[in-house]
């Protein structure tokens, strides 16, 4: 299972540990990822995503879910949340 944000894309990054001598000995900063499940208002369900704590603020901070995932570019999300997506759209269209 890869180290990615599924709502936020966030991933790895690469840098260098250096010491004191100015050695550098490269480095995998991983991001803060946890397992958490997510309300959709419109749908009325739950879904279980694996989020950066700091995508989970920023969706907290955009008013849910719903709005999260309408307002972010698809290139950034994952399978399973462009699935969700797609409901969203289709209960807009449908109410």
Known sequence: MSRICELTGKGRQVGHN???????????????????????????????????????????????????????SDEKLSASALKVKRELKKADKAA
Do not use: C, I, Y
Request: glycine share 6%.
């Open 18 to 72: 250096v010491s004191h001598a100015n050695n550098k000995t490269k480095k995998v900063f991983l991001p803060n990822l946890q397992n958490v499940t997510l309300m959709s208002e419109k749908l009325d369900r739950s879904f279980k995503f694996r989020v950066s704590t700091q995508g989970l603020r920023s969706v907290e901070h955009n008013g849910g879910l719903d709005a999260w995932l309408l307002k972010t």
